[in-house]
């Protein structure tokens, strides 16, 4: 099954929408991902990732309980996993 996890943009790059990415901290795992379906997301924001692409906008506190229920369930230790493997800067689904 894959997921779509949610993080905080700590920050953007780039000014064409198609192409613009932000570096989102998932728990303290810090990956890219793709803003071009949430072209106004700004750092600060929240948002759910899924296969490399933010997807949509989430508040804080509907974040925070979704990364309680993946940490009950031990989903988490999936995004570890990917940058152990030097994959730190790139987004990737969690299965």
């Known amino acids: 099954m894959c997921l779509a996890i ?11 929408p ?3 990415t932000g570096r989102i901290n998932f728990g303290g795992i810090v990956k890219e991902a793709n803003l071009a379906y949430v072209p106004d ?8 990732v899924h296969v490399g692409f933010a997807i949509s906008k989430l508040d804080e506190s509907e974040a925070a309980r ?3 229920y993946l940490d009950e369930m031990g989903e988490l230790g999936e995004l570890e996993d990917d940058t152990a493997g030097g994959a730190e800067d790139n987004a990737h689904e969690v299965h």
């Open 41 to 48: 997301a700004r750092p600060g924001d929240y948002v759910i």
């Open 18 to 20: 198609l192409t613009r």
């Open 6 to 16: 949610p993080g905080k943009i700590i920050s953007v790059e780039g000014d064409d």
């Open 66 to 68: 979704v990364f309680e």
